[in-house]
């Protein structure tokens, strides 16, 4: 197809019509994050005149690649978010590709970083995660961070469901945690409808909760007149809250006192709650759930419970589960038909 035969279309009327064509298809959270890192991609386009996407070409990838790379604040940015952003770029110039404003063939000429670290080979490892709530049971009881990363570990859910539960979400009689996709009131699940559940919960966790409850819960309400089981004096406990707990107290030093890095934890910049995500060792909500996912299934646990239980298809699982070595699967499989 020659320039002659492309449609002339604006690179911004193009992203509204990508969004709109993955509305019903992404979750709301996802669609906002495309949205993001391509406004970037089309602030770049008018920056260099390009005013309809048939201009664009493969030195213009390369050109735009380099600039996103240097960021957009002129501070670099990770390999990870860089691949991730022109992932989402690859998406974008597809679907221009099947309008017929590119060149139907550009978008696989667009290079990915090969250095970038993919997110889904960081986990909490079963040994840390034990660390940190035995630490914290002692020394943090039944506090905010406690009942959080308890919940967290033990359920596999998202930061996303976590933060949506309600105080009357928590069954203490039934030992479960119900789990709703309620985004008239802005807490939608990513699944939507199709992730509503019950989760169980141990009577250990209960106890922490029930703790957590009657001692350290603000008793406040949020802006839709509902009870969040997690909050802060302010209502509601934000993502970005939940996501800085974590971090946290996933600093190996805050533990032991010791840095795995050769830091002295006293003067270490990281060693804040501001600054925690900046340590090496620490990690977001996302490898926790990933941790406790691989744990369980190292535990024997079926893939079709733990699929149920995280809301995560089969598929996904299966790229857990080939996390285990043929011994640690073999031994799985053992374990669950000994019982049999």
Known sequence: MTNDELD?????????????????????????????????????????????????????????????????????????????ALLTLRVYLRFAASISAIEPDLHERLILPKEAKRSRDVLLETEHAEQILSHLSKFEYASAAHAIIRVLWETGIRAGTLRGLDLRDYDEANQS??????????????????????????PRTCMILDDYIDEHRPDVIDEHARQPLFATSHG??????????????????????????????????????????????????????????????????????????????HDVLDEHYDRLSEMESMEVRRRYLDNV
């Open 8 to 84: 002339q279309i604006d690179p911004k009327v193009v992203l509204s019509m990508y969004l709109q064509s993955r509305q019903s298809e992404l979750a709301n959270s996802t669609l906002e994050a495309h949205r993001r890192r391509l406004s970037l991609f089309v602030e770049w386009c008018d920056e260099e005149g390009i005013d309809t996407l048939d201009e664009l070409t493969v030195r213009d990838l390369h050109e735009y690649r380099v600039w996103r790379q240097q960021g957009v604040r002129k501070e670099k940015i990770s390999p990870e978010t860089l691949r991730s």
């Open 177 to 202: 945690l119900r789990i709703r996709h309620r985004p008239d009131t802005e807490t939608p699940l990513k699944n939507q409808g199709a992730a509503n559940r019950h989760v169980a919960i141990k």
């Open 236 to 313: 509601r406990r934000s993502i970005q809250s939940i996501r800085a707990t974590v971090y946290y107290w996933t600093c190996p030093c805050r533990i032991n006192n010791e840095c795995p890095h050769g830091e002295n934890p006293d003067t270490c910049e990281s060693n804040d709650w501001e600054s925690a995500s900046t340590c090496p060792s620490s990690v977001s909500p996302h490898p926790v759930r990933r941790g406790s996912i691989t744990h369980h299934l190292r535990e024997g646990v079926p893939l079709s419970v733990v699929a149920d239980k995280t809301d995560v298809s």
